[in-house]
């Protein structure tokens, strides 16, 4: 079983998204438990560290390159388009244009995508490391609904 960070998250996300943000567990005991289901410890290690950069940006913020107000497209460095291919940067757009996504939350989710160790992300992880930003992003609850709907239902439209 070749498991990875993303893995890790998802497990995480999925068992305890319900405790809140400020979620706090003693992480040797979280260890603990994650290696009993299965995960190797270097990638629990990489995934606590993935999660603790999420709540440094989420407490001091990134900077955004332009206002919220302008209209400009943002510019995908190569490295970022190797990562998100052209159907994960267009999803990215539309959530901004949709109103989900602000300027600076994309930055995080992009800085949190490029920080997984996967050559490429598909759509469906852009998908969750963006609720996962949203999750941790305080005034966001509106629209981490929004988006937890669209990829809960794609993801039933999938089991059918």
């Known amino acids: ?6 893995d890790v998250l998802m497990y995480l996300f999925e068992n305890y998204m319900d ?5 706090n567990p003693d992480q040797d005991a979280l260890t603990d438990e994650l290696t009993e289901a299965g ?38 460095t190569g490295a970022e388009r190797e990562k998100l291919n052209a159907e994960c940067r267009g999803f990215l757009l ?16 992009i800085d949190r995508a490029m920080a997984l160790e996967v050559e490429e992300l598909g759509i469906d992880q ?7 930003v949203l999750f941790n992003c305080p005034g966001q609850d509106h629209h981490y609904e929004l988006l937890e709907d669209l990829v809960f239902d794609e993801m039933q ?4």
């Not at 079983?1 to 993303?6: I, L, P, S, T, Y």
């Not at 852009?126 to 996962?132: A, D, I, R």
Request: zero cysteines; proline letters at 7%; aromatic letters at 12%.
């Open 94 to 109: 539309f959530m901004e244009q949709s109103g989900v996504l602000d300027p600076m939350t994309r930055e995080v989710v």
């Open 39 to 76: 995960f190797p410890r270097g990638e629990i290690t990489k995934a606590f560290h993935w999660l603790e950069e999420l709540s440094t940006l989420r407490e001091h913020g990134v900077e955004p390159t332009l206002p919220a107000t302008t209209q400009a497209l943002r510019y995908y």
């Open 19 to 23: 405790e809140g943000p400020e979620f």
């Open 157 to 160: 439209g999938h089991l059918h």
């Open 1 to 6: 079983m070749k498991e990875n960070v993303f």
């Open 126 to 132: 852009l998908k969750w490391v963006t609720l996962m």
